[in-house]
């Protein structure tokens, strides 16, 4: 009996199919799996006979155009991956989640089609009303799945009397008569979704629009009675790097960095390794597992080189790496740093900065923003480590607040990254911001060399420290003149390593909203794409580094010149 399965993973692996990193590791940890599952202590088994019951099956199902599919490996690998993996002690499915994201026109929405009908005809737990749901964004884009298996159904049906009879297919709800289990498309709000159970599965696509987890945890909360019960995120990545999906795709990462276990979550990512790798078209497989096929390869691959070309000559490429490379990236060229540089530059645990010589930046807030307090910190190796904390205005309710900005700010308050105001006003108390920075200094006996601060609405704040007496402070006046080096060489030492960084949940929000604004001399600064984004954190920061690197140039300037003098000619 072929296994189909196992034949992907050694193709992958070999290299007989070009792959990325995390299609290479999705297949190890299925080898790692099939010789854990010998083991008595592992509670999963892999069997061949359902994953090639269920690859058979779907290969029967004609594309909506009736013609006969020919499953790819990648293919066979999802399907046969979520149908085999059973539990050992009651048959069961293993997979409770699966994350399955590759590149448009890869075939995706076939695969949730596909994967619902197996769920609503060939599954038998729940042995009656099993509900699968198509969920995404807008009720119009789950359709296209719910549209999709409708049109397969009725093509099956012209060929079977059984499924004449036993599947009635309505333009809202396709329902099997027999055990009244049925099929639905539904917008992706909470609200909709608290009425369903999703007992036999839910496909969500679409999942990088959401701005947060509401919606799965609305779907997850209705199926957690439900023993048998899959929910499967089957989508592209966007341009929205602040929301649900890229919080799942970061975990996911590290699980299959091995990381974290996460045993009943099936993951496959097809991506680029770096968008870099664009320009070369045989990388394109990477993102898109369908070139696999000649047929499709033959008119896919000149639309995506006329496509790219297109966007190379408009000097925006963002669009086509997002969406036909399946690359998580800043909407915008101009990003300041991207996400890749910055968590490469995270350190684990936070360092001791006990005595260490530091500056501190100061952003302050207007009625809607934050305030926030940036440090640098110089460690022993000779780097410096930047953390971040910051005060949150409340004059705004809370929730919409939070929903606005796209910032679970309740949680990052428990991890200890910000504080919400208790002011009745609901501005930010600047009592608490003043002993913050005293805390900051005297309890880690910090060596400061200047509090940076942007001079608007800094009265304030500025007075008291003046006051303090022995804190030096250093205004930075927000131009290009001033922030453009400091801005450029903030970038290279975090691509370069030379300040590593906490990982600080709003400080890297606040870095991915950043962009660079050029004024018409080419000198830069940081600014944001739209009102409600913060980059407080960072502009802080960079107030910090400001005077920081002006030390540094100073410095490097006093040893050029004591070169020269000392060279004799």
């Known amino acids: 009996m072929t296994d189909y399965v196992l034949n992907y993973c050694n193709d992958i692996l070999s290299g007989k199919i070009i792959a990325c990193k995390k299609q290479k590791q999705a297949c190890q940890r299925e080898l790692d799996d099939r010789k854990r599952s010998e083991n008595d202590d592992f509670p999963y088994y892999f069997d061949l006979k359902e994953a090639n019951k269920s690859i058979k099956f779907i290969s029967l199902i004609p594309k909506t155009d009736g013609t006969k599919l020919e499953m790819a490996g990648f293919q066979k690998f999802i399907v046969g991956s979520l149908a085999a993996w059973r539990r050992k002690d009651n048959h069961y499915r293993r997979f409770k989640d699966a994350y399955i994201s590759m590149a448009r026109k ?5 695969i949730a089609s596909a994967l619902a009908i197996q ?6 737990v729940p042995r009656k009303n099993r509900q699968v749901l198509f969920v995404s964004n807008a009720l119009k884009q789950a359709k296209l799945g719910y549209n999709m298996m409708s049109s397969e159904i009725r093509q099956l049906q012209r060929e079977s009397p059984f499924l ?13 008569l027999d055990d ?15 009425g369903f159970s999703s007992s036999g599965m839910a496909l969500i696509d679409e999942y990088w629009m959401q701005k947060d987890d509401s919606v799965l945890n609305s779907i997850k909360s209705g199926q957690i009675k439900e023993p048998n019960s899959l929910c499967a995120i089957c989508s592209t990545t966007g341009k929205f790097q602040h929301g649900a999906m890229k919080k799942l795709y970061d975990h996911y990462t590290d699980v299959l960095n091995g990381k974290h276990e996460e045993d009943t979550t099936f993951i496959a990512i097809w991506e680029l390794d770096n968008p870099k790798e664009v320009t070369d078209s045989n990388n394109w497989i990477k993102a898109n597992p369908l070139l696999i096929n000649k047929e499709v390869s033959d008119v896919l691959k000149p639309k995506l080189q006329a496509d790219l070309d297109s966007a190379l000559q408009t000097k925006d490429t963002s669009n086509f790496i997002i969406k036909n490379m399946n690359c998580w990236l800043n909407a915008s060229d101009d990003s300041f740093i991207s996400d890749s540089d910055w968590q ?7 360092p001791d900065i006990s005595g260490s010589k530091a500056y501190i930046g100061l952003d302050l807030s207007a009625t809607n923003d934050l305030t926030s307090i940036s440090w640098l910190c110089q460690l022993n190796s000779g780097k410096w480590f930047a953390d971040s904390y910051s005060f949150v205005s409340t004059k705004t309710d809370i929730v919409t607040k939070m929903k606005a900005d796209g910032i679970n700010y309740e949680a990052l308050e428990k991890a200890g990254e910000c504080e919400l105001s208790k002011l009745d006003s609901g501005l930010v108390d600047y009592d608490l911001v003043y002993q913050f920075i ?13 509090v940076c601060y942007d001079p608007w609405q800094g009265s304030a704040i500025i007075s008291r420290l003046e006051k303090h007496g022995d804190i030096p402070l250093f205004e930075v006046t927000q131009n290009e003149k001033m922030l453009s080096e400091p801005t450029k060489a903030f970038r290279e030492a975090i691509i370069n390593k030379n300040i590593v960084v906490a990982d600080n949940h709003l400080l890297r929000y606040a870095v991915q909203n950043a962009v ?9 600064r940081v600014d944001k794409l739209r009102n409600n984004q ?3 954190p960072i502009a802080a920061m960079i107030d910090a580094y400001t005077l920081l690197h002006l030390k540094e140039v100073e410095v490097n300037n006093e040893k050029s010149n004591e070169y020269y003098e000392n060279f004799s000619f």
Request: no cysteine; proline share 3%.
């Open 106 to 110: 890869s075939g995706k929405t076939y």
């Open 119 to 124: 769920a609503l005809l060939l599954e038998r």
């Open 164 to 176: 004449r009879r036993a599947i009635d297919v309505k333009k809202k709800q396709i329902t099997k």
């Open 180 to 194: 009244d289990s049925f099929a639905i498309a539904v917008a992706g709000k909470p609200e909709t979704l608290d």
């Open 344 to 350: 490469n530059a995270i350190v684990k645990p936070k």
């Open 438 to 450: 005293i805390d900051l200094i005297e309890k880690n006996n910090l060596d400061i060399q200047e």
């Open 516 to 524: 660079l604004h050029y004024n018409n001399t080419g000198a830069i």
């Open 534 to 536: 913060k980059i407080d």
